[in-house]
């Protein structure tokens, strides 16, 4: 019944991201086969025009991992994820809690009067939209990672599935935070206002083409900006990011436990 009744909460923004996540993979345009001349060159010309060292740019870029590097998992995706993580998160308030009003409120109360325990409600629900995010993250790369190979350009699998995990498993921190601002606020929308601003915030300034991210930004982590530069996963961001969600999804379950509706 918890299951149903968190896909219930998010059965509209799931099959939304999750086609929004395929046409944004159609619009890399995967089965085209890229001259990788004429991308060497524009790398070189974009590299001059950020002053980057081109030889290092196309090192790292010049070849078909480069291309699904920058234009999917460091690009149309990892803006794709925060936004989904943070609406997702905040829809478990709006029907667990009475104060959200109206229907809302009603459903609300008849949640938390469930012979059920809070901890458990929210739980479950974070364990479903973390399956979401996997399913809304994978689909889309699926779809670009197939056209791609059919079209005759070859990555590497490994590669894919390293920055697919990495992302996927750094953006559990919108997830989380998102939570904790729900149970905060007792509020879907403040929640979700706070959350895509903290997201732009990241994200600043967005004209970033390849200046890696601050360690401490959750996008240097979500990019793999550390595995394609130095070919290394970079496990302490990983346990970091992770044990930061952890912390902030047991605050939320403490919060929620306390609150006094």
């Not at 619009?27 to 950020?50: C, E, N, T, V």
């Not at 929640?191 to 930004?217: C, D, H, K, M, T």
Request: charged share 10%; aromatic share 16%.
């Amino acid at each position: 019944m918890l299951w149903q009744k968190s896909w219930w909460e998010t059965r509209l923004a799931f099959p939304i991201f999750l086609g929004l996540g395929l046409l944004l993979a159609a619009s890399q345009r995967p089965w085209k086969q890229y001259d990788l001349d004429i991308w060497i060159s524009s790398l070189q010309k974009m590299a001059q025009h950020r002053g980057v060292n081109p030889q290092e740019l196309i090192s790292l870029l010049g070849n078909n991992d480069g291309i699904m590097w920058l234009a999917w998992f460091n690009g149309a995706l990892s803006g794709l994820l925060p936004l989904y993580a943070v609406i997702v998160g905040a829809s478990f308030i709006a029907y667990s809690c009475p104060l959200a009003g109206g229907s809302r409120g009603a459903a609300g109360l008849f949640t938390i009067s469930l012979p059920v325990s809070r901890r458990r409600l929210l739980l479950t629900h974070a364990a479903l939209t973390a399956m979401e995010i996997f399913l809304v993250v994978l689909a889309p790369s699926l779809f670009y990672l197939i056209a791609s190979g059919l079209a005759g350009r070859r990555f590497s699998f490994w590669n894919a599935v390293i920055y697919l995990l990495l992302l996927a498993l750094g953006g559990m921190v919108f997830l989380a935070f998102s939570f904790l601002l729900a149970v905060i606020f007792s509020n879907q929308w403040k929640a979700v206002i706070i959350g895509v601003a903290i997201v732009i915030a990241l994200q600043w300034p967005f004209s970033r083409f390849f200046e890696e991210y601050p360690w401490w930004n959750v996008y240097h982590l979500m990019s793999g900006e550390t595995y394609l530069r130095y070919g290394r996963i970079p496990w302490l961001g990983l346990f970091a990011s992770l044990g930061a969600s952890a912390l902030m999804m047991f605050a939320a379950v403490r919060i929620y436990e306390r609150r006094d509706f």
